[in-house]
Antibody, heavy 118, light 107 residues
Framework: VQVVQSGAEMKKPGESLKISCKGSGYSFSTYWIAWVRQMPGKGLEWMGS????????RYSPSFQGQVTISADKSITTAYLQWKSLKASDTALYYC????????????WGQGTLVTVSS | DIQMTQSPSSLSASVGDRVSITCRASQGISNNLAWFQQKPGTAPKPLIF???SLQRGVPSRFSGRRSGADFTLTITSLQPEDLATYYCQQYYSFPITFGEGTRLEIK
């Protein structure tokens, strides 16, 4: 099982961004994938999860409307997207796959650093 | 939302010590609790799942226990490589929530 994220991004405020998380070595459709934010020097915050099999998406109230989570089963990839970035979106973003029958976070990607600065 | 209250926020101990970190859930989560270790500059590493089951490859000096709504991660015989921040996380229901973390320092 592997979960591999896209590389670091440097963006300006107001720009859009889509980062990715590719799963391999397992049945992509049947495991939840979550996105977790870690701001500099801070703890872990769950942003939302997607079940690629039926595109069931659950968002944290803190992130609902701020980001969009999606997945493309044909290329076993999940996405986290912003329409208009803010400096406060600067953070490390992790994706993590569940262990199967639950919504836990069992296999983590390496993280994608997003820096938003003018 | 289920709140996870983790304590202490930081801890300093010597090599060979036994240390414990606690999380209290604001409502029932059964055994749906995981512990993670995060070393500087790396992704969180799962240590424990289902409150007390050790992930494959995790040293046996790590253990987890549940007592009602209280969950404890214990490290017996602390090693230098255990320097890290530790997080609990409930996966009983959405929204998934984490404890605020415990920074473990080695004296």
């Amino acid at each position: 099982v592997q979960v591999v994220q896209s590389g670091a991004e440097m963006k300006k405020p107001g720009e859009s961004l889509k980062i990715s998380c590719k799963g391999s070595g397992y049945s992509f459709s049947t495991y939840w994938i979550a996105w977790v934010r870690q701001m500099p020097g801070k703890g872990l915050e769950w942003m939302g999860s997607i079940y690629p099999g039926d595109s069931n998406i659950r968002y944290s109230p803190s992130f609902q409307g701020q980001v969009t989570i999606s997945a493309d089963k044909s290329i076993t990839t999940a996405y986290l997207q912003w329409k208009s970035l803010k400096a406060s979106d600067t953070a490390l973003y992790y994706c993590a796959r569940s262990s199967g029958s639950s919504i836990d976070l069992n296999n983590w990607g390496q993280g994608t650093l997003v820096t938003v600065s003018s | 939302d289920i709140q996870m209250t983790q304590s202490p926020s930081s801890l300093s101990a010597s090599v060979g010590d036994r240390v414990s970190i606690t999380c209290r859930a604001s409502q029932g989560i059964s055994n749906n609790l995981a512990w993670f270790q995060q070393k500087p500059g790396t992704a969180p590493k799962p240590l424990i799942f289902a409150a007390s089951s050790l992930q494959r490859g995790v040293p046996s000096r790590f253990s987890g226990r549940r007592s009602g709504a209280d969950f404890t991660l214990t490290i017996t015989s602390l090693q230098p490589e255990d320097l890290a921040t530790y997080y609990c996380q409930q996966y009983y229901s959405f929204p998934i929530t984490f404890g605020e973390g415990t920074r473990l320092e080695i004296k």
